[in-house]
């Protein structure tokens, strides 16, 4: 049966709502949220990357690679034709083929190459992520030995589960049958990542998915439901997809429609989200409302995954409530030392951290008290990140062994080590050799210790935050407020472009500024945090007990 819609890869792995917002012709001028800056950065590296392997690959086939033309100006069925006429003729390899849209199951979809074996085409994909792990396992091949499809046992490889990958090469077979252009002899495909030399190849008929399904299988029930869920949008039919509070959420152009419907309806989601939003609706609790009278010793209600029932239920009183913070406990804690730092890191998406920002208090070591920022201003990714986190780290140590000396207890605080942690370990694998680059034990040690403190944790065990945990969100109910009524992580990526003239134009100096404040009421923030936490003050906030 033919529809009224046409779906490329990317909706099997999409919230099904946003799949129905998509299509619903009632809301093509609906607002919509900006494009996330970090989201856009991701995707011009991963441009960059597959133009690097493209232009590998181009240099290796010589004659036989054959690329589609790209550009805004080209229309689909432009491209399409092109891709088609390639396939015909034969082409070895074809690179940014347009695939012939599939009127009759609603298909359309581009992938970033095509490769011919003896009996037709196979898709290949080109991501900026990891496909491969140490270990066994897997089947790859030397990127420049693409033509070898199915490359062979790996003994020092496995692959690394990347199910999205794996659909979206799926969808491109279907298309490729659809045509008439695929090798119908086996169902392989490869994936080009990040290591960027090597093809891991899958068997999408191979039973490798959670209860024995195959890629292809898992991929064809997705698909079918989003067809569903995209025509009776497009038709007007009752929605098969309502609007429910997700991980994915927090970057979707459309959650202020959403959460607008949310609220209308005082959705459980609000405070208890994906999965557990759908076990309690399941059994009956659909609104915050209903939650908040829950019994949370009820043992006809499921337990839920994301959090124990009676922080839930005291999540929706909270919330009913207008109460940003509870306490989850009668008593709140931070361990505290006689020489503190509060430790704020600037990194712009994968590229690099190009700030690292301390702020020093307690009993005096010799360095004065306040803000300290170690900060490289050349575009990343650039060697000058490793001079300014070597500076950093010397001046950390420092502080720590002047403490020592003088007998005095230290302690590091952060907010979420998460991303801290990440660049820590990043930066002295990638820069080990410049001087005063620490070791990684030397790294593991001091992130295992009881000098490094992550307040994210001590707020989870302490506090339930009815809007969020965020620093941005939690340190206003501690009185503490950033100068810039624009602060936030989305924001500052925007103005590191700026700052370093990362767009070809030529540095503004007052967004460095603008950046160098935000990073100092970050540790500012982290700093009233804690103090806040260990005061009398932290009393006056209700005990959930008591809502």
């Known amino acids: 049966m033919t529809t009224t819609v046409l779906l490329d890869a990317g909706v099997v792995s999409r919230c099904r709502r946003r799949v129905h917002l998509e299509h619903d012709p009632a809301m093509r001028d609906a607002p919509r949220g900006a494009p996330d800056p970090t989201a856009e950065l991701r995707k011009a590296d991963a441009t960059a990357h597959r133009r690097a392997v493209a232009d590998q690959l181009a240099a290796r086939f010589g004659d036989r690679w054959h690329e589609i033309p790209t550009g805004p100006e080209l229309r689909a069925a432009e491209r399409e034709a092109a891709t088609v006429e390639a396939l015909r003729a034969g082409r070895d390899f074809i690179w940014a083929p347009q695939l012939p849209r599939d009127q009759a199951t609603s298909r359309r979809g581009a992938i970033d190459l095509l490769v011919r074996t003896a009996g037709g085409y196979v898709p290949v994909l080109v991501v900026r992520h990891k496909t491969i792990d140490p270990g066994s396992g897997a089947r790859t091949s030397v990127l420049t030995d693409l033509a070898e499809v199915g490359g062979s046992p790996d003994p020092k490889h496995k692959v690394r589960p990347q199910p999205r990958d794996q659909l979206r090469l799926a969808h491109t077979r279907r298309l490729l049958q659809a045509g008439g252009f695929a090798d119908e002899r086996h169902a392989l495909a490869g994936v080009v990542g990040l290591e960027g030399d090597i093809v891991v190849w899958h068997d999408l008929e191979a039973p490798t998915w959670p209860g024995g399904r195959t890629a292809l299988a898992e991929y064809d029930s997705r698909f079918a439901d989003r067809v569903a869920v995209a025509t009776a949008a497009a038709t007007g039919a009752h929605p098969l997809a309502e609007p429910s509070r997700i991980v994915e959420c927090r970057s979707c152009p459309w959650w202020q429609v959403c959460e607008a419907a949310l609220l209308d309806a005082r959705d459980v989601s609000l405070v208890v989200r994906g999965e557990d939003a759908g076990m309690l609706r399941a059994a009956g609790v ?8 829950v019994d949370p010793g009820d043992r006809d209600l499921p337990p839920l995954v994301g959090m124990p029932l009676d922080d839930a239920v005291g999540l929706a009183r909270a919330w009913l409530a207008d109460l940003t913070v509870v306490r989850r406990t009668v008593s709140v804690g931070v361990p505290r030392a006689d020489v503190e730092v509060d430790v704020d890191m600037e990194s712009f998406g994968d590229a690099g951290a190009y700030l690292w920002g301390a702020l020093l208090s307690g ?34 140590s420092g502080i720590r062994r002047a403490a020592a000396e003088r007998g005095l207890t230290f302690r590091a605080y952060c907010y979420n080590e998460l991303a801290e942690n990440r660049w820590l370990l990043a930066s002295v694998k990638r820069f080990g050799q410049y001087p005063g680059m620490p070791s990684r034990r030397e790294v593991l040690n001091f992130i295992e210790s009881d000098q490094w403190f992550d307040l994210f944790g001590s707020v989870r065990e302490y506090f339930l935050c009815s809007h969020g945990k965020g620093l941005k969100t939690i340190a206003p109910v501690a009185g503490f407020k950033w100068r810039d009524p624009e602060a936030g992580g989305e924001n500052s990526m925007r103005w590191y472009r700026d700052a370093v003239g990362l767009d070809g134009g030529v540095p503004e100096l007052p967004q460095r500024k603008r950046l160098l404040e935000y990073n100092e009421d970050d540790v500012r923030a982290t700093f009233a945090l804690r103090a806040w936490m260990t005061s009398p003050a932290v009393m006056e906030i209700p005990y959930v007990g008591d809502i």
């Open 286 to 293: 659909t609104t915050v409302d209903e939650l908040a009278l």
């Open 363 to 396: 009993a005096d070591v010799g360095e004065p008290h306040g803000y300290r920022a170690f900060v490289s201003w050349e575009p990343l990714p650039t060697d000058d990140e490793a001079r300014s986190f070597a500076e950093f780290w010397q001046w950390l």
